[in-house]
């Protein structure tokens, strides 16, 4: 029965992802639905290290830009095909999650945070001032589509599915991680990280594991960018669009995977639909992390899922005094 | 003086303290003994308002006090010598007594003087040492320290969280006198003790607790002789 | 030539002085109830703003607007504790931290709605030219900005060594439990801590707007110093990160000078992570890592 009806939901999406190009007319809306399909697989990644692994990264942007400029450079400078620059992406950007995580990732937690958000404003720097490597502020051009055994992918339309698939074979990957021993550990980590050490589990190696497997997907999704756009400059890779990144995590629901591609969508969104308001997009950006943690820290699927639970639990018998009875004396624990 | 009455406690989920009715008169020392986890320390938070209480009333003097902060509970006249002593590390000797008047005081702690020779008459090892930093002073002189800094707010109840833990048995017996003329100069006394040996040689009266429920109370020259508390606390 | 060592020293000490005073702020918090405020740079940069409003556009004499500073930062730091720390504070690690990276950014565009993107000028106490002792030329508002520095620094150390309040504050900031049992309102230290804090960040920008220009981004860079500068004098340690910045501003300032100024931000960068990788306790050496 259960199953059934898995097969069922699975077709529906599959018709559903299938049907949307044909759906949407505008080559420009579907521009942006393949950018917030990059935007999910990035923070797919931002959801490994801050909702499995507790550890929170300011820069998966500057993340995302070592994969673009290394496929960008590679495709433009060398010619190199995207069957070798996609991969040399993705292990760029871990070398650089290495680079970041070794030194800082055995210290108190809001290290990584400082530290990737100073990667952002360094890696910022060297990108505008490095002119005669990366083109400065005026970035690098012409960066070819991909192509496989003669066909290139081209149109919007080519790139809707080919980003989906790669985002499915993504997330499936993920997911498998998040349910195997790997990904217990990362949560385990994230609830206490002296416990997790007596349960033997390496923290230090655990955490620079998860970094370095989410800046896999940045880079991943990073490398997509640059061949989407043909055009990548060290603007796209900001501080701004590093919160952007988290508070697409955050809206979501940072420990849900699904919760984080949904949040890309909607976020990405969001700023269309509200275009008017376009001069106010980083304060309304702001606000809105702002008002998620005050109001629901765990975001849209954390609400919900903490809903269903609620309803299973009057279903079942009276509900538990969960009233929380520490005196509000700010900041007791510790 | 203080009087529990049916009072239930939780953190989160798990009640901690079922129905307690407990009661201290003017000038007595009660002790509450327990085993680990029975819920002595929360019993003392709650009456510190540090635990709020999820039915049931706290009085002192006739007054209910279980809505009040913690702080407005130290300026009535009830005083906390926390488990594990706390003192804290960082500050000297001195500012610790300072901080315990003026935390209750407010920003105006003028006429500190008397307060701090009261102390250190009590404990006059605490006075050559008033510049030293707490943290590098050994259990004994912390454990001193931290019954001094609640002395500094004048309670009335001075409520104590397990004070002989790790001390050497000639300093508990120390520690026995200081509690006697902490009494003696008017301080009605809570203790909270594992070293049940010593509360029953303190005190007129004892509760027994287990897992968050009176389990016996009554003299303690009545309770030294009963075999249940025989076996669990007084073996040895 | 002999006169540029003295000189970069002494602007690179002048620079420091606010990256000591941003990471004073920090620490503070930090001690206080272990949190790191990233909005700590915009309030760097409203400081800057408020004062600038005062003094330029409501033409305010230059000690109402230092006052109305003051006071804004104040009400800044209150509005601050109550509206995210409060609320935030409990609910997971990172959701107070989350919570002022998201406020940061809102701030930065506020104030471009409300001031406009364009530089303000900030008006100076002193007259603009440098003069010089020897060959060391001297840019006057270096030294307002050092002798300000240690006369706070001085002003600091009286309230929280001599103070009940001060006192209290570092209690609090100790063990929030004995504080608590001590008679002390917690939550009342910490609004003040939140307070200070925010006053300290706010004077930082008062003494660098005459430096760099006022703009909305000002802080974030500010900020990003005054952590290396904690980092560097071991997180805990108060004149540790005081040092720890005015060492920042140095390097800043002669790796402008003999590598690029372009690359100046990256560099302190690289100090951050050479001190994470060598020296993760910092000069001063507390403990850093995650289990204390
Ligand atoms: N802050 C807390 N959050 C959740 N549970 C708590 C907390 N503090 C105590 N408990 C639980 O409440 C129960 C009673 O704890 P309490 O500290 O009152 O015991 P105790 O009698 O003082 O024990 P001990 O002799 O070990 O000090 C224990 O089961 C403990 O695990
Ligand atoms: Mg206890």
């Known amino acids: 029965m259960k199953k059934v009806s898995k097969i069922i939901i699975m077709l529906l999406l599959a018709i559903i992802i299938l049907s949307v190009p044909h759906l949407i007319k505008s080559d420009y809306t579907l521009h942006v639905v393949n950018l917030a399909g990059i935007y999910a697989i990035c923070v797919m990644g931002l959801v490994f290290l801050l909702g499995f692994a507790g550890q929170l990264s300011l820069g998966h942007s500057a993340l995302m830009s070592i994969g673009a400029y290394t496929t960008g450079l590679l495709a433009v400078e060398l010619n190199l095909p995207f069957v070798i620059t996609f991969p040399a992406a993705i292990v760029v950007s871990m070398l650089f999650a290495l680079l970041i995580g070794i030194p800082t990732l055995k210290l108190k937690s809001f290290y990584l945070a400082m530290a990737t958000r100073g990667l952002n404003i360094a890696l910022f720097i060297v990108l505008i001032n490095w002119k005669r490597f990366t083109h400065g502020a005026d970035g690098i051009v012409n960066i070819p589509r991909p192509s496989f055994a003669g066909f290139t992918i081209q149109t919007e339309r080519a790139w809707f599915y080919f980003i989906v698939a790669i985002l499915i074979v993504c997330y499936i990957a993920s997911r498998n991680i998040e349910k195997s021993r790997i990904g217990r550990s990362f949560k385990a980590v994230k609830e206490g990280e002296l416990a997790a050490e007596v349960m033997g589990i390496d923290v230090y190696r655990t955490k620079i594991l998860a970094f370095v497997l989410s800046s896999a997907l940045a880079g991943t999704a990073g490398c997509l960018f640059a061949h989407l756009n043909q055009f990548i400059c060290p603007n796209d890779f900001n501080i701004t669009q590093s919160v952007t990144l988290l508070s697409m995590s955050i809206f979501g629901g940072s420990e849900y995977l699904l919760g984080g591609v949904v949040g890309a969508y909607v976020l990405t969104f969001l700023p269309e639909a509200l275009r008017f308001l376009q001069t106010y997009a980083r304060f309304i950006n702001g606000i809105l992390i702002l008002l998620i943690m005050i109001l629901a820290p765990s975001g849209l699927f954390g609400v919900v899922s903490s809903l269903f639970e609620k309803l299973k639990r009057q279903k079942k018998l009276d509900p538990p005094n969960n009233s929380p009875n520490i005196a509000d004396v700010e900041g007791m624990e510790n | 003086m203080l009087k529990l009455e049916n009072v239930t406690a939780s953190y989160g989920f798990a009640n901690v303290l079922h129905n307690i009715d407990l009661s201290i008169e003017k000038n007595e020392i009660v002790a509450l003994i327990g085993a680990n986890g029975a819920g002595k320390s929360t019993t003392l938070k709650a009456i510190s308002g540090v635990v709020k209480l999820n039915s049931g009333q706290i009085l002192f003097n006739d007054v209910r006090i279980d809505k009040l902060r913690p702080e407005e509970i130290v300026s009535i006249g009830i005083g906390h010598v926390p488990e594990g002593r706390r003192v804290f590390p960082g500050l000297t000797v001195l500012e610790n007594l300072e901080v315990g008047a003026s935390g209750w005081r407010g920003m ?14 009590m404990f006059p090892a605490l006075k050559p040492r008033i510049k030293q930093l707490a943290w590098s002073m050994s259990g004994g002189e912390q454990q001193m320290l931290a019954i001094s800094r609640a002395l500094m707010s004048r309670p009335k109840l001075l409520l104590m969280d397990e004070p002989s833990l790790g001390l050497s048995p000639l300093l508990v017996q120390n520690l026995t006198e200081s509690i006697k003329i902490i009494r003696e100069n008017g301080t009605t006394i809570l203790l909270v003790e594992q070293n049940a040996k010593m509360a029953f040689d303190l005190a007129d009266r004892a509760y027994v607790l287990e897992v968050g429920e009176i389990a016996l109370s009554g003299y303690t020259k009545d309770l030294r002789t009963d075999d249940r508390v025989k076996a669990a606390y007084l073996a040895a | ?83 995210v720390y409060k609320p935030t504070y409990k609910a997971g690690r990172f959701a107070f931290l989350l919570a002022s990276v998201g406020l940061s950014m809102a701030l930065q565009d506020l104030v471009v709605l409300i001031w406009g993107p364009v530089p303000l000028y900030m008006p100076r106490l002193v007259s603009e030219s440098s003069f010089n002792i020897g060959n060391v030329f001297i840019n006057p508002q270096h030294i307002i900005i050092i002798g300000s520095t240690i006369l706070l620094l001085i002003i600091q150390y009286l309230i929280f060594q001599k103070t009940p309040l001060g006192k209290m504050m570092r209690a609090t900031a100790q063990d929030q439990f004995a504080a608590t049992l001590s008679g002390i309102k917690v939550p009342l230290m910490i609004i003040f801590t939140f307070v200070n804090s925010s006053i300290l960040a706010g004077i930082a920008g008062f003494l660098v707007g005459p430096v760099f220009s006022v703009t909305p981004s000002m802080g974030a860079s500010a900020m990003l110093k005054g952590f290396v500068g904690c980092t560097i004098g071991g997180w805990g340690s108060i004149p540790g990160a005081v040092l720890g910045g005015i060492l920042v501003g140095i390097i800043e300032i002669f790796s402008s000078f003999y590598i690029s100024s372009a690359y100046k931000d990256a560099i302190v960068f690289l100090v951050l992570i050479l001190f994470l990788l060598f020296k993760p306790k910092g000069i001063f050496g507390e403990t850093v890592s995650e289990k204390v």
Request: hydrophobic share 55%; glycine share 14%.
């Open chain 3, 1 to 83: 030539m002999s006169g540029i060592l003295p000189q970069l020293l002494f602007s690179g000490l002048a620079i420091g002085c606010i990256y000591g005073l941003v990471g004073l702020g920090f620490i503070q918090v930090y001690n206080a109830v272990g949190l790191t405020n990233f909005a700590q740079g915009e309030f760097v940069m409203l400081g800057a703003y408020l004062f600038v409003s005062a003094v330029v556009i409501w033409k305010a004499p230059f000690w109402v607007g230092f006052l109305f500073l003051l006071v804004g930062m104040a009400v800044i730091g209150f509005l601050f504790t109550r509206g």
């Open chain 2, 108 to 121: 105006k702690s003028t006429d500190l003087s008397r307060d701090l020779d009261r102390v250190f008459e």
